[in-house]
């Protein structure tokens, strides 16, 4: 007897990282499993393509590692623990009566911990928004990324907005600046490589000789933090060649005169010193900006995890006003376009649920001192972790693991897989993937809203953060009708405006998996900024009344890696190409293409040290040691080098990677991490 075959069926998603480029997905699912995950090509911003990390999807969800029931840990805390299957029920029952034993006595020794595991508004910070809210538990500053260059975009062009992607086809001139534009920002990548057939000029900006800058026309390698000097020396080039658009300027910018002054004391000869590059190569680069149209900048996060990160977004943004370059639309600069987004995070998160409480802020990227018994604060005393794994991606891990290790902290991880800070819960929640839940997303990229529908039905015993969320408000007696709200609702509610209306319409979300948000071609032709006076900002009053400088000025890293100092070598970490992050890196087949963890270090540096290719080095400063591979290299510039990330600990080879040396120091805006300021030394194991 032959059974009919059951034809394959295709079901839209959307690509749930952290990545500027939120790909609309479809997903092949044959008799209930997904079989294949590939690009939408009927979506513009993915054209049919996606990387090779989330090509690999079925085999994330479908691991042999995944986490299919809740665990509850049964021995001590670390890489070595133990845990045992529980049920949800036993699970939450006990989780809540721990959460209530800790909130009858101070509801903000209770902390959740969270970030882009997920970019999704419904099983982000919707749910576990409310249920927070309703408790009362500490808020958190969520920096880890990206608040740097955001609060520097808000302070000079008025909001996270920029040129459109699509544009950057038609641009003479590509500053990819601070970006590894074929890791971290394919579709990007392809538009880049269809204007430089075009003829364009592409110039890529790094202390790192990227993939990407491999096929740049041209590297400028400047030293990590030193980007703002760069830029300002750029705007004296502008300045004293006459490369000016006087009319923009006078029309549509405000503090002219005072950038002007504070450029003009960065001649070539100053900036090349300070960023190590040859004064040719600025004055060239200033002379190719200041008189090809157009000229456009795409500039990424990695210019801001320094000192002086935001205000190097501030100077690198300010330059597209004194060429006029926004009168293009394919000129300007782009960081974030997320300003477009109008979901409604009020009615998504509820602080009303609050009342007229106010618990403390306590920063993500400071968890280590946070949890530390010497913390200048009431303790922290319960953690629930979902969406990020901070053991393995926050700054002075040594720090974190020794907080987390804390035998009387209560920690609650939300997870897929069993991570370095799964190893430090009490209990373990299984999660759902993309492919098994309702979500909805914006971008930071392109200027779409993309829906996800699940594909598959949840594996195992596995549950989407709403739902475990939901369960647990059940359990702690959270009766507001609020936490009944299911996902598709959260959906809709993600969308809806004051007046009624819908951000975008939801039954065309429904029909074909994206929307496209209208707006202008050229956003700043005209002017027209969402600043305080309509006009781009190079003098912002709001940071003045700050105390803070309101001009975009160079401030030189808090770790200055000298040759004569104890550490004479600047870190950088950026994510191994196939990584997103610590995601992924359990992915056997991504795993086997980048090897092991590696530091790439110059052949300059690895001869004075006498280190060889291939050899095992420690790098240490005086927050810890990293053991690693060493991979001699020009990829770094002389006095660099890349120690590639963000790998699980338990893959070094002494049970650390690259956060055990990065530091808990913020930048000048934005209260961000620092991961590329820090100095270390190398040494053979």
Known sequence: MTHPQVADTQVLGACPHDCPDTCSLVTTVRDGVAVRVQGNPDHPATDGVLCTKVSRYTERTYHPDRLLQPMRRVGPKGPNATFEPVSWDEALTNIAQR?????????????????????????GESMAARFFHQLGASRLDRTICASAGAEALIHTLGGKLGMKTEWFSEAKLILIWGSNSIGSNLHFWRLAQQAKRNGARLVCIDPRRTETADKCDEHLALNP???AALALSLMHELIVNGWLDHDYLAQHTLGWEQLKARALQWPPQRAAEVCGVAV???????????????????????????????????????????????????????????????FNATALQRPDLLGARRPRLLNMSTIGKHLSPDAPHAPVRALVVYNSNPVAVAPDSSSVVAGFAREDLF???????????????DYV??????????????????????????????????????????????????DEPCFSDDDLTLCQQALSQADGSEFVPFKDLLAFGFVSIPGPEAPFAKGHFPTPSGRCEFFSQRLAAQGQDGLPDYLPNYESAKADAAYPL????????????????????????????????????????????????????????????????????????????????????????????????????????????????????
């Open 280 to 342: 040719e190569a600025i004055e060239r680069l200033a002379r190719d900006y200041g008189t090809t149209r157009p000229a456009a900048i795409r500039l990424n996060y990695g210019v801001q995890r320094a000192r002086g990160g935001g205000n190097a977004v501030r100077a690198i943004a300010c330059l597209p006003a004194l060429t006029g370059a926004w009168r293009h639309r394919a000129g300007g600069v782009l960081l974030s376009n997320s300003g477009h987004q109008r």
């Open 429 to 478: 929640l299984p999660a759902t993937t993309q492919l098994e839940h309702w979500d909805l997303h914006g971008t930071y990229g392109h200027t779409d809203v993309v829906l996800n529908r699940p594909a598959i039905a949840p594996r195992g015993q596995a549950l989407p953060n709403t739902e475990i969320f939901r369960r647990l408000a059940q359990r702690m007696g959270f």
């Open 411 to 425: 920690t609650v991880v939300l997870e897929h897989f069993r991570t370095d800070t799964a190893d430090y819960a």
């Open 99 to 123: 959460l209530s034993q800790i909130a009858a006595t101070d509801p903000e020794a209770i902390l959740p911990y969270s970030y882009a595991g997920t970019m999704g508004q419904v099983q």
């Open 570 to 685: 600047a870190m950088v970490s950026p994510p191994a190409r196939h990584f997103l992050n610590s995601s992924f890196v359990n992915v056997t087949s991504l795993r086997d293409v980048e090897g092991e963890p590696l530091l790439e270090i110059h052949p300059q540096d690895a001869h004075s040290r006498g280190v060889q290719d291939g050899q095992t080095v420690v790098v240490f400063n005086d927050r810890g040691r990293y053991v690693c591979r060493a991979r001699v290299s020009q990829r770094p510039r002389p006095g660099v080098v890349v120690g590639l990330g963000i790998w699980w600990r338990r893959h070094g080879l002494n049970g650390t990677n690259v956060n055990e040396l990065t530091s808990q120091a913020l930048t000048d805006l934005g209260r961000a991490p620092t991961f590329y300021d820090c100095a270390v030394e190398v040494a053979l194991a």
């Open 225 to 227: 933090g030193t980007d």
